[in-house]
Each structure stands twice: as C-alpha cells, then as structure tokens.
C-alpha cells in the first residue's frame, strides 16, 4: 500500500465543510413523516411496455383504428422514448451504453404503434437489423409481441401455469421470476391474439431466412437441450392435455397470485409482474371496475411519472423508500449531524415497516419468526436480505422512541438474518440457497436472472450489520469470512451484484471483512485495496460501466460520485488512510460538490438483472459520499 501522503489541515478542512453540506442537504430531504425517498429510474423499455400495456387494454375500434383515450399521455411517454435514441437509430438499457437489441425492438413497436412513418423508423430499423433483428430480441419482448400476433406463438417460450402444481418447484426460481411467471403463466395460457391496428405489423425486423426459434445446440443430456425438448412438448400439451389439470392449475396460480397482493403495493411491487398481473386478471374475467382490476391498475400507475407541464414522463421500476430511508440515515448518522429529533422519527418509521408475517422466504425455513425489512412501501411477502441489513445499520443511529420495541425489533432481524444465510455461508437478496442451476437454462430464463445466489455485497453488508450483535468468533459470521475469502476474484476484486459492480462489490466486501475483525494485514484485504487503487481514474474518481457485466470483469467509466465513494469505502475499510489515491478520492469528492451540497450523476450505478436491466438510484450520489467522507474523516481521528 503507497503511503507517506501527509493530509494536510486544509484537506482536511474541506472535507470537514463538504460533510457538513453533504449531511444537511439530505436532512432537507428527509420527509416529516422521518423517511428519504428518492426516484429509482432504468431504460426506454419501461415507458415501451407501458404502451403496449395501454393496447391491451384500450384495443382498436372496430374499422380497426387506435384511439386511445389517454393520447395526451401517451405522446408525452413517445417523447420520453425518443429523448433516449441513441446517435445510431438504437436504445441502449443504461446511459452512455450501446444500442441494444430488446429495448430497441420495444421502442419500435411504440413508436410505430404511435404513428411514426417508415422513414423516421429507418435508422432504427437499421439499427435492429445491425443486432441480428427481431430473432435476437429476449424472450419476454417475444412473449409480449406474441400476445398480439407480432411473433408466432410457436416460437415463444411457453410459461406452463402447471408449474404451481409442481410441488415447490417455482420457489426454486428467484422471487422476482416466480412473481413474473405465475401472472404471466395466466395471459400466455389463454393465447389471446390480442388485436392491433389494422395492417400493423413487425415483419420488417424480421431477417429473412434467420430461425425463429432457438436451435437446441447442446447435446441431448444437456439441461439447455432438455428444457428446448420439453417446451415443444408443453406446446403439444396445450392443444391436447387434460383440460381438467389446466384449469385447476390457472385457478391456483389465480389464487397464488391474489394472495400476492395482500399487503403489498402490487405482486412483488415491482413493474414487470404488476403489469402482467392487470393482464392476468383481464384474461380471467374480471371487469375493469371490479375491486382487484381496481387496485391492480391503481398500484401500476402509481410508478408513472407524469409530469404535462414540462412533459415529463416516465416510469419508477419499484419503489425504493425503506432502502433509501436506511443507506441516508445511516449517513447522516456516521455523520453525526443528525438532530436526536430526525433520527427518532426516522426510527420510528422503520419499525413500522418491519416484516411479521411468513412469506415466500418460509418455504425453505418454515420454523423462521418472521422479521426483516422490505425495499417498498409495503412488500409484505419478501422481505430483503440487504434492506434488513442495511436498516440494522440505520437502527444503530435511528433510535426509536419505544426503546423497548427498537430493542425487540432489532433482536428478531438479527435472528432472521442469521436463520437466512445459505449452506455456502453467504447471503442472497430474498432466499436461501437458491441455486438450482439447471433453471437457468430453460427458454424464458434469458433476463439472467432466473435465480437469487448468494452475492459478495450482500454477504458483505450482512457481516458490517451482524457483527455489531455477535462476537467476531460466532460461527455464522465466520462462515460469512469463509465466503468472501473464497469469492474474491483473481485480480483481488468482489463481484457486485446489485451495483455496479467490481468496485461495489470489493467495497462491501471489505467493509463486511472489517467489521468482522479481519486484520487489514491479511492478503485478501491488502489484494482488495490494492485493485481499487490500481483502477482509479486519472481525476481522482472511480467509474465503473455497466459493461463489465458483458465481460466478466472491470471496464472503466467516467468518475461518479457514488462509485468514487465505494472506492473510498472500500480503501478505507481495508486500512488504507494515507495513500495519495485514498486522498485524491476524497479531494474529487469536494471538488464535485455542488453548492447545496449533493453531487449530479448521470450514469447506472445500481444494477437490476445483470446484462439485462439497470438503475439509477437518485439518491446514492448524495448518501454514499456523505458515508465516504465520513468514513474518511473517523479514520483520521482514529474512531471506531
């Protein structure tokens, strides 16, 4: 590690003034009720399938024209669309990235869908082309179009609704799958053929002499040559089965998913199976009006940002609240300018939204008291891993105004975190030990990210909230080292999971080792900061694109200010407190800062389904400098 760099009285001056302008910008954000709550924004295909979803359920008039009711709205969500065309006709699925094949094809079906003539869809068209056309889109845009007709049904992959019926067969698939994939199992088994305008069409993007289909190019005692045979055989099984094992398969998957959406903002309260799930209902009979169509519509539009004054408009994938609410109080606590008033009412809040009831999490621990913390508002049936650990966190500041309930509540968390870690000694987002892996090779699994492992950052952050609870010789917590010791990668980095992405990983990895008693003389622990150091911008910042998913390992990017305060995190938790790239961190932090106190950024740092879908989380770029320089300044004055 490079040492010798003296931290002068004027560095650290201003990082004293940057902290303290970091702190109060967010507690100006804090709401009365005591949580943050910033938007959390991906790509183009959001604002896409909120137009197809408006097809579906506003259809052509008889001669065969669309005449939507809300046109005000959905031109608004046609300019969000192509206020995000890339220079080559394209879309990409994060800022800066290059076009890409799903959210183009998306964006041309909404944009044709609204009117645009052949020649301003020329470039995109091209574009479409370039990427191997409307064949190489993933699965889910050709289980969408197919729904109209656009793509032949016999090309789709089939999402049987038998699948409930295969004992605990879906609580093996990720929590977010088995939430798309029971109201989508629904729509997909009535085979709608929903109509479209009269002579629309996509045979355009079609390459001629291009298969439709995936060819089954593994052997046959491959998973991926199995799960290819078995989806021609459940297309036969749909013209010819039991017509008796089906319907009482749709009935379950009904009630699966109604249960669902008991205290919840929607099934999982996340974009994807809300929409199919407002399909679903429509397939099955239920009137517009009727209570659950109701709700169902109500809770979707909710994620709508519209905005007719300054014709914004775009969606929210989820909402990202208690995690806000938990990574800013932590801030503003390490900080220690939070008044005692701010943090009881965000305390306070945060008990309210603790788990009690079993969700899908107890199939796999049935004897577990539930507990926990989910990301929404309410998300009663999946409680997150990483929230619950991140709010622990927040608790250690957040003190609630019932001591004794703070007290409990705090007790259970900690037990069901340890009840949740897996056999490997890691922890994923929302399940135990799911990582059957042969799913990930059935036709619809192409989102990557068809189940829930066990991830370097969770485990990381889990570690930093349990080890303030259980001594550093606990057997869990040692597990939890075992785990990242054997996860860290060649070059001496973590993979990161949920953000982007080797720099995200090696900082909550390090943070997690740390706060575990690992001594900063340990081989991974120097191996970890001396990649950080080794991958630092020529500015001072850290930047990572989102392309190091495609590759497999680090691809540069433009400085943030959230990644740079990783890399900060990450340096500083390894015992790096010295060296000229731990400084230079800070001083791109100070000079990035904006005179209210929070920095811009405009690039996905937040990660969603690996290679898939990406996020911008609108407030890390002011909770995770605040925590860096923080951090920073605690190293210098030697507190714990």
Not at 322 to 344: H, K, L, N, Y
Not at 493 to 522: H, I, K, M, N
Request: net charge negative.
């Amino acid at each position: 590690m490079s040492s010798g760099f003296q931290v002068t009285e004027s560095v650290l001056a201003r990082l004293g003034t940057a902290e303290r302008k970091a702190a109060d910008a967010l507690l100006r954000m804090q709401t009365p009720e005591g949580y943050w709550w910033a938007e959390l924004t991906a790509d183009s295909t959001l604002e896409s399938d909120w137009i197809l979803l408006q097809l579906w359920m506003q259809p052509p008039d008889a001669d065969g024209v669309w005449r939507p009711r809300n046109r005000a709205q959905i031109e608004r969500a046609i300019g969000s669309i192509l206020r995000r065309q890339n220079a080559d006709g394209g879309f990409s699925i994060y800022h800066g990235g290059p076009s890409e094949i799903s959210a183009s094809v998306k964006a041309y079906f909404a944009l044709k869908l609204w009117g645009q003539n052949p020649s301003e869809l020329a470039k995109l068209r091209e574009c479409i082309y370039s990427l191997g056309g409307l064949q190489a889109a993933n699965s889910y845009t050709k289980i969408n179009l197919g729904l109209f007709g656009l793509y032949p049904r016999e090309h789709t992959p089939t999402v049987p609704p038998e699948l409930i019926l295969a004992g605990k067969l879906i609580y093996d698939m990720s929590s977010w799958s088995r939430a798309i994939v029971v109201p989508l199992a629904i729509v997909q088994s009535a085979n709608p053929n929903r109509p479209v305008p009269k002579g629309f069409t996509l045979e355009e993007l079609l390459i001629p002499g291009k298969a439709m289909g995936q060819a089954i190019d593994a052997g046959w005692l491959s998973w991926r040559g199995f799960f290819e045979r078995l989806d021609g055989y459940l297309k036969l099984w749909e013209r010819r089965g039991l017509k008796g094992i089906r319907q009482k398969a749709i009935q379950r998957c009904e009630a699966w998913m109604l249960a669902h959406t008991r205290k919840s903002d929607g099934v999982a309260a996340i974009y994807p199976p809300m929409m199919y799930t407002i399909m679903a209902l429509d397939v099955l009979g239920y009137a517009p009006d009727h209570p659950h169509q109701v709700e169902a519509r109500t809770q979707f539009d909710r994620l709508m940002v519209d905005r007719p004054d300054t014709g914004e408009f775009y969606f929210q994938p989820c909402f990202s609240v208690v995690w806000d609410t938990a990574i800013a109080a932590f801030a503003v606590g390490e900080s220690g300018a939070g008044p005692a008033s701010s943090m009881q009412r965000c305390g306070d809040w945060l008990l309210t939204k603790e788990v009690r009831e079993k969700g899908d999490w107890s199939v796999k621990r049935p004897n577990l008291e539930p507990s926990g913390w989910y990301f929404e508002f309410a998300n009663e049936f999946y409680p997150d891993i990483d929230d619950t650990a991140m709010v622990l966190l927040a608790l250690e500041h957040a003190k609630a105004r019932d001591e004794v309930a703070w007290n409990a509540t705090r007790k259970r968390a900690v037990n069901w975190l340890l009840g949740m870690q897996s056999r490997d000694g890691g922890w994923a987002a929302f399940d135990v030990d799911n990582n059957r892996n042969a799913l990930t090779h059935v036709p619809f699994a192409d989102h990557n990210a068809m189940l829930d492992p066990t991830c370097p950052d969770i485990t990381g952050r889990v570690l930093e909230a349990l080890a303030r609870f259980r001594g550093h010789d606990d057997p869990a917590i040692r597990r939890g080292i075992d785990y990242l010791i054997n996860t860290q990668t060649s070059e001496g980095s973590w993979y990161g999971r949920w953000g982007v992405g080797y720099v995200y990983g090696t900082c909550f990895a390090l943070r997690g080792l740390q706060a575990a008693g690992e001594s900063d003389r340990e081989a991974h622990v120097l191996r970890g900061g001396e990649w950080l150091r080794s991958i630092q911008n020529a500015d001072g910042g850290w930047g990572e694109s989102c392309a190091s998913y495609d590759k497999n390992g680090f691809v540069a990017g433009p400085s943030t200010a959230s990644q740079t305060a990783w890399a900060v995190m990450g340096l500083v938790a390894g015992g790096d407190t010295t060296s000229g790239s731990v400084r230079k961190g800070i001083e791109y932090l100070c000079d990035t800062q904006k005179a209210d106190g929070t920095w811009d950024e405009p690039y996905a740092t937040g990660t969603g389904f690996p290679r898939v879908f990406y996020l911008n989380y609108h407030l890390y770029r002011n909770s995770f400098p605040l925590l860096a320089l923080a951090a920073y300044r605690k190293a210098q004055n030697g507190e714990s």
